[in-house]
């Protein structure tokens, strides 16, 4: 059961070979015995995890069924989930166990699905390797025969090892600069960062407001589809949330490509690119082309600006949101303060880690008085003339491609001592938070025996455009079946 | 760009953070390293550009000045690390 895909399991659900609750038990069993070797997981419910497939088979005897009813998956531990503890992947959140779900959790249970855990994740969001868990670091399913340990990326690193390793068919993630499309790509899966406002964040602990977004990752497009269906859609508890209409994203999936326009950004096949990697999207854009799509080469003249941009962007809301973990409502406090101020600088010295300190440090510098018309107000400009370029290039085509990550999964304990050689990392990625359009990254083949993901760019709203891409991709490919050895 | 052990203490007293001197060090460099990227920035010409806040230019909806949320204390209080009669408790402030 654990290889097939969340359509698949839901369709043996539903012809009654199986019950939810067998069903939850056998990922569960699974999951606690293979686990050790990823890491993936930093929660395992068990408890709730059946009490939900019992309420699934219920539902299912009432007539009430949904795609979703019974379907175990798992949660990134960024969206806060009522009595389960969410910790973000940090010591400052150890303890915390949410009132509350987030809008994306209580969509899920609405539908019926089974969530079997909390995933792993970088602090906070804040990475590109699974390094900075208070957790412990993710290991790659990929690679493992080399003899080497090998990052999963991230920050959604728990959720794309699972998903590869098959401990669940389906999970969550969120991506504020490349979190869900580089840990996607390095671990083999699919994954989609939606439009900017598609999907709730309220209840999903914020990094930077302005560009976090949840979305869905998986095993093949049709599922992620399926997900999208669950979490997009508004929320009025989000204020940034858009309303907008939520088409059922499994209905265009089969559409024909004939006369898709690709454009290939110009600036995305740049040095910074492995040769071998390159060669292996190259090689899926003529699928593409055999696939009945036209490609043409465009310019984002702006792109080489998004990491700096997005590196004042990102930790100064960033400094701004984690500025309410102060030892006071909630979460870690220190040992026997002396006073107020001594409470809330040991409280945040000791609870947070390195990554998410460096952050908070360099946002409040960017936002201090002298400095914020110099770092945020220009970078907010910047980011004007980044979503400019890709206004102008969906004049010209319907979508872009081009690598997800410059390199395949890296070793780990590579990358991790030098901040800025793993903010590089995101070099394909970030101008599309910055921008707000959508993105997803598709399995493409394999460098050195390690996976190499597609990015595939669209417009505002074009999610069901891009899941119809991969999913058509993934008709004439395997790339997304191959399992880890 | 090059960040100063003043600016550094500085800034974490204005983040609440505690740094001790090693860790100043450490971030004088890595935060040094972060603000040379960040650099870039200064080379692009925005003179007619308007700041971006939000990608789809969204507005904040209004809802009517109605009461919503019902009253959570027990269970908001039940997670925090101090309280007593219904208040959060922190180190004395008043002598």
Known sequence: MHNKSVAELSRELESGRISSVELTQQFLDRLKTEDGKYNSFITISEEQALAEARAADEMRAAGKATV?????????????????????????????????????????????????????????????????????????PWGLSGGDKRVPGGSSGGSAAAVAARLVPAATGTDTGGSIRQPAALCGITGLKPTYGRVSRYGMIAFASSLDQGGPMARTAEDAALMLNVMAGHDPKDSTCIDREVPDYTATLNEPLKGLKIGLPKEYFSDQLAPAMEEQVRNAIREYEKLGATVKEVSLPNAKLAIAAYYVIAPAEASANLSRFDGVRYGYRCED????????????????????????????????????????????????????????????????????????????????????????????????????????????????????????????????????????????????QREPQ | MSISREDIEKVAVLARIKVDGEQVSALEKDLGNILDLVDQLSAADTDSVEPMAHPLDAVQKLRPDVVTETNQREAFQAIAPATEDGLYLVPRVIE
Not at chain 1, 116 to 133: I, V
Request: net charge negative; aromatic share 12%.
């Open chain 1, 68 to 140: 979703w009813t019974g379907v175990p998956f798992a949660h990134k531990d960024i969206f806060c989930t009522s009595g389960i503890r969410t910790s973000c992947g940090s010591k400052m959140l150890d303890n915390f166990v949410p009132p509350y779900d987030a809008t994306v959790t209580a969509n899920f249970k609405a539908a019926g699905a089974v969530c079997l855990g909390k995933t792993n994740m970088d602090e906070f969001a804040m990475g590109s390797s699974n390094e900075s868990s208070f957790y412990g670091a993710v290991t790659n």
């Open chain 1, 337 to 480: 303060p002396k006073d107020l101020m001594d409470m809330y600088t040991r409280s945040r010295a000791e609870g947070f880690g390195n990554e998410v300190k460096r952050r908070i440090l360099v946002g409040s510098y960017a936002l201090s008085a002298g400095y914020f018309d110099a770092y945020y107000l220009k970078a907010q400009k910047v980011r004007r003339l980044i979503q400019q370029d890709f206004i102008n290039a969906f004049r010209e085509v319907d979508v872009l491609m081009s690598p997800v990550s410059p390199t395949p999964a890296f070793k780990q304990g590579e990358k991790n001592t030098d901040p800025v050689s793993m903010y590089l990392e995101d070099v394909f990625t970030i101008a599309i938070n910055l921008a707000g359009i959508p993105a997803m990254s598709v399995p493409a083949g394999f460098v050195d025996g390690l996976p190499v993901g597609l990015q595939i760019i669209g417009d505002y709203f074009s999610e069901a455009r891009l899941l119809n891409a991969a999913h058509q991709f993934q008709q004439v490919t395997d790339w997304h």
